[in-house]
């Protein structure tokens, strides 16, 4: 199975630290959505791990829903982490760590809510990330978190594969297979939701513009054997041209969301599916 180069990706989101933020209007919309979901659950963390931090943006509405916690912004790249440094008020700023989510530096059940958007797509072990996120939580502690399921950026990848059978879009985990894992992982009472969210683009280089920007354009191949030509762009643009409608280029993202609670005694539970329109 092919494998996302950690240290390309680290490069790529270290790259992006600067240009984040003008061009992550999905994930800032997202974070924003998963961070309204917290409105209706009755928990008082003390510690509070953005898992996936990048440039800190749930850090404020973390902060508002939890006065009394202290959060540590947790982020593979150092640039995309002094962003979030400058997140909070003067004495209510997050703790940084340098890390991966499939291998957290931190002590089992230290924290008490793991708040991660759009992060578990690019772990090349989704059962070790859920693993750590287990260990790593209190009992009693809640794990919420966002990703892409596989109908993210169908069109883009329909286009590529006019051209070649190269990895040019990552696939993404079914909510179905997601759900399993955090039973398998003793998660209790998980809940997966998914939503469809079309972000419309004047051209296809619009859009690979705003993957580059955001550190998104690392694929599971790593990197691509030789440069693309302009004649295959051609032909990519072409073929993306099928897609379009009154208003423009679609790029389609299929958000999953999904908590679910560490107990102390692991009971036999059922998962819950909620199935956003499309």
Request: glycine share 6%.
């Amino acid at each position: 199975m092919a494998l996302i180069n950690q240290q390309r990706l680290r490069a790529a989101f270290d790259g992006a630290a600067e240009t984040y933020d003008a061009a992550a209007l999905l994930q800032q919309e997202v974070c924003l959505r998963l961070l309204e979901k917290l409105d209706i659950v009755s928990l008082q963390p003390e510690l509070i791990l953005d898992a996936g931090s990048g440039t800190g943006m749930a850090i404020p509405g973390l902060y508002k829903r939890f006065t009394r916690a202290h959060i540590i912004a947790m982020d593979i790249s150092e640039k995309m982490l002094l962003k979030s440094a400058q997140r909070g008020r003067l004495f209510r700023k997050p703790s940084l760590l340098c890390a991966d989510m499939q291998n957290l530096p931190l002590t089992d059940n230290s924290i008490s809510l793991i708040f991660s958007s759009l992060s578990l797509q690019w772990c090349n072990d989704l059962n070790a990330a859920l693993l750590e996120a287990w260990r790593v939580l209190k009992p009693g502690g809640l794990f919420v978190f966002t990703t892409f399921g596989p109908d993210t950026l169908r069109e883009l990848r329909s286009s590529w594969q006019t051209v070649d059978d190269k990895t040019h879009v990552n696939s993404f985990v079914d909510m179905h297979d997601i759900g399993d894992l955090l039973l398998q992982d003793h998660f209790a009472e998980p809940v997966m939701e998914t939503e469809r969210i079309t972000v419309n683009y004047t051209s296809v280089d619009d859009l690979m513009l705003d993957l580059k920007h955001i550190g998104a354009n690392v694929t599971a191949q790593g990197h691509r054997q030789g440069l693309t030509t302009r004649h295959t762009m051609q032909r990519v643009r072409q073929a993306y041209e099928s897609f379009r409608s009154a208003d423009g280029l679609p790029a389609s993202y299929e958000i999953i969301y999904g908590h679910a609670w560490k107990v102390s005694d692991q009971q036999s539970v059922q998962v819950t599916f909620h199935h956003g329109k499309k």
